[in-house]
């Protein structure tokens, strides 16, 4: 089963896209929000969703923000994360659900299947020191283990990004 995976992208596409989303950066907290900028294709693929996933400082280490993405059927579940700010120690973590989860809302609307984390094993997880693509129909969260925003940049694709995880 794939998981995650660590993956190059070129520099320039990286910090063009990281400057965007700085140009844009919300007064607001918001774990996850939806950020519209200028650039439409990474590796070849059409962008379909730009998202800002914000963390706390010394937030999520009780794992209480465990949840799986809950797409769009006509989509790939693969995303690419790019890291923004303060990333590099911050922990992404993967699990297995042993129970159904229950759909969420974010402020903004957007849904999202939420799990205890009582109801889950862990079974991967990575430092989020480069870009990486992962499956977000497999449970996950975020740990930001330091004084500081972790901020972190999440695309989603019209196109199949599959062959990047062979
Ligand atoms: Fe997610």
Same mark, same amino acid.
């Given at each position: 089963?794939?998981?995650?995976?660590?993956?190059?992208?070129?520099?320039?596409?990286?910090?063009?896209?990281?400057?965007?989303?700085?140009?844009?950066?919300?007064?607001?907290?918001?774990?996850?929000?939806?950020?519209?900028?200028?650039?439409?294709?990474? $590796?070849?693929? *059409?962008?379909?969703?730009?998202? $800002?996933?914000?963390?706390?400082?010394?937030?999520?280490?009780?794992?209480?923000?465990?949840?799986?993405?809950?797409?769009? @059927?006509?989509?790939?579940?693969?995303a690419i994360n790019i890291p923004l700010q303060n990333c590099a120690e911050s922990i992404t973590k993967f699990w297995k659900a042993s129970k159904p989860a229950e759909i969420r809302q974010t402020p903004?609307?957007?849904?999202?299947?939420?799990?205890?984390?009582?109801?889950?094993?862990?079974?991967?997880?990575?430092?989020?020191?480069?870009?990486?693509?992962?499956?977000?129909?497999? @449970?996950?969260?975020?740990?930001?283990?330091?004084?500081?925003? *972790?901020?972190?940049?999440? $695309? *989603?694709?019209?196109?199949?990004?599959?062959?990047?995880?062979?």
């Open positions: 089963m794939f998981i995650w995976k660590y993956i190059d992208i070129p520099q320039d596409d990286i910090e063009k896209i990281q400057q965007e989303f700085l140009d844009r950066l919300p007064n607001n907290g918001l774990f996850f929000q939806n950020i519209k900028i200028n650039t439409t294709h990474i $590796l070849g693929l *059409r962008i379909a969703v730009t998202v $800002l996933i914000q963390m706390p400082p010394m937030s999520g280490s009780d794992n209480y923000n465990i949840h799986s993405d809950y797409g769009s @059927p006509d989509r790939s579940p693969l903004e609307g957007t849904p999202y299947r939420y799990i205890n984390v009582k109801d889950c094993e862990q079974i991967s997880e990575l430092k989020f020191i480069k870009p990486f693509i992962f499956d977000t129909s497999i @449970p996950h969260n975020v740990v930001n283990p330091q004084n500081v925003w *972790r901020r972190g940049i999440s $695309l *989603r694709f019209l196109d199949n990004p599959s062959h990047l995880i062979k």
